[in-house]
């Protein structure tokens, strides 16, 4: 591990939570707006060092580590490797689009608008910085509450609905995870992630503590069947709730995946593999067909999302490089695209006051710069060539054939009704007969400020993705690595009955499945 000479990770914490209290201090809405977009861009300024990080190295850097409560075991441990460093760098780079594309959007409790967003953005940098067990889970419970508020102060008419229904989901994840912390913490003897990586755990205990951490995963993804909050979610929160809970909420349950579960639980990992993948190809599949339907924009992006992370967690569980490198990619990926999107939408509802798909017709002729940004993210989202999602989709691909033939075959759909809603959705937005479209400004220079830089990293991943394989790539070895430790370092797994199953019978069930 590599020492930081300066506490970046912590500043990147705490610069935003003094940021919190500074609001207090400031009455007028307008200096509430300017001094969070000013915080927002030193955050940025401070995430500069992780430029430095080493390429090729698969140990965490960038360390901090105190004493936090000894008698306890507790630790304050952080630490950043080349799977949580892009999401640290996403987290960072959202926070001021969020200011930006929420400025004449949110109109009363402003001060309390932007106390959440950096609030938001302390907790989020931690869940992915934390490498001691209970500090990762204080930050994980810490943004519950301003998701919560965002929704349920600045979202729409049924944001109550969609405030406690996101409330409790997460509530009753976060309950599981709890109980797999506290049984790490006694079979393994400390609170140390790096440490708790290297320990062997009996099968029977990796079996339970594997279940109690995917279901808690599953929810924050969210794979189906424990998506229907996402919609509600998404629909009724303000248009930067919609961008954070996309580009960075939803990255928590997919990381958990690759931080805790194939490390610490490879075993339990193995032996669900094949119910991930049936319950990935699911999403897919679900979240595309059911996006298809949509008449309101908004809906649509939030079904899609549940198709995009089922990539993610299929080329997770697939337990090859190539399919963790997609779906390290895809969560960066959708974090940019899907965000942008949601910006977009936000900006079309500024002017037509609805996201129906009607009430936004023909926006092609009379607003040609919003729909040219429109389509380069829409083009993204179903993985077009040359685009960043392309990438990490075709990855996926990959790592899903070399697993199981069938297994590729089975998420070809899932593509393709991708590009069917957003070619819909595109082709109605851009031809369609209009309204009241010829009032309507094009693009101003706020939203230019904060759709260009996410158009500029769509097309720079699509085109030289070279450096981020050079960032992950170590790391996601040293996490396949730890999985194939001997099958003699658990207890042995029941054997499978001669009767078989759809897993077995699918060539997914354990190691059978191979890699």
Not at 127 to 139: E, G, I
Not at 153 to 168: C, D, N
Request: glycine letters at 10%.
């Amino acid at each position: 591990m590599l020492s930081a000479q300066l506490p970046v990770l912590s500043l990147l914490i705490f610069f935003p939570l003094a940021g919190c209290v500074a609001l207090f201090w400031l009455g007028d809405e307008k200096k509430v707006r300017v001094f969070t977009l000013a915080v927002s861009l030193v955050e940025l300024a401070l995430a500069l060092p992780l430029l430095g990080f080493r390429l090729g190295e698969a140990g965490f850097q960038f360390v901090e580590h105190a004493p936090w409560v000894a008698s306890w075991g507790l630790a304050y441990y952080l630490g950043v490797d080349g799977i949580s460093v892009l999401m640290v760098a996403l987290t960072v780079a959202i926070l001021p689009l969020c200011v930006l594309c929420s400025w004449s959007y949110i109109a009363s409790r402003v001060r309390e608008f932007h106390f959440c967003l950096l609030f938001m953005t302390s907790a989020c940098v931690g869940v992915f910085a934390a490498l001691d067990l209970v500090l990762f889970y204080v930050f994980w419970e810490a943004m519950l509450i301003p998701m919560y508020l965002l929704i349920a102060v600045w979202g729409g008419p049924e944001r109550r609905y969609a405030s406690i229904k996101f409330f409790l989901y997460t509530l009753a994840g976060s309950t599981l995870l709890l109980v797999a912390v506290v049984a790490l913490r006694i079979a393994g003897g400390t609170f140390a992630i790096p440490e708790l990586m290297q320990k062997g755990y009996s099968f029977d205990f990796q079996y339970w503590v594997f279940l109690a951490m995917a279901i808690a995963f599953a929810i924050k993804v969210p794979m189906f069947p424990f998506h229907t909050w996402l919609p509600a979610a998404h629909v009724q929160a303000p248009t930067a709730g919609s961008v954070l809970l996309a580009s960075v909420l939803l990255k928590m349950g997919t990381y958990g995946f690759l931080r805790f579960c194939l490390p610490i639980t490879p075993a339990g990992a193995e032996h669900f593999a094949g119910l991930m993948i049936i319950i990935s190809l699911a999403s897919i599949i679900y979240g595309g067909a059911v996006a298809l339907g949509q008449s309101d924009i908004k809906k649509i992006i939030a079904y899609s999302s549940v198709g995009h992370m089922g990539f993610v967690t299929l080329g997770i569980f697939v337990f090859n490089l190539r399919g963790a490198e997609g779906a390290l990619f895809q969560m960066l990926n959708h974090g940019i695209t899907t965000g942008a999107l949601f910006m977009m939408v936000g900006a079309a509802y500024e002017r037509s006051h609805s996201r129906e798909i009607s009430d936004n017709l023909g926006l092609g002729k009379y607003l040609p710069a919003f729909m040219g940004l429109w389509g380069l993210f829409a083009f993204s989202s179903f993985g077009f060539p040359g685009t960043n999602s392309f990438v990490g989709e075709f990855l996926v691909f990959l790592g899903a054939f070399q697993r199981q033939a069938w297994v590729g075959f089975a998420a070809v759909p899932g593509a393709l009704l991708a590009a069917a809603y957003m070619l819909r959705l595109t082709q109605r937005m851009a031809w369609g007969e209009p309204s009241s479209v010829s009032g309507w400004p094009d693009l101003n220079f706020r939203e230019w400020a904060y759709l260009l830089p996410a158009a500029f990293f769509v097309l720079y991943i699509g085109l030289m993705p070279g450096v981020f394989y050079k960032v992950m790539d170590a790391s996601l070895q040293n996490m396949l690595s730890l999985m194939q430790r001997p099958v003699a370092h658990y207890d042995a797994p029941p054997a499978p009955q001669k009767s078989g199953g759809l897993l077995q019978a699918a060539g997914l069930a354990g190691r059978e499945g191979g890699r």
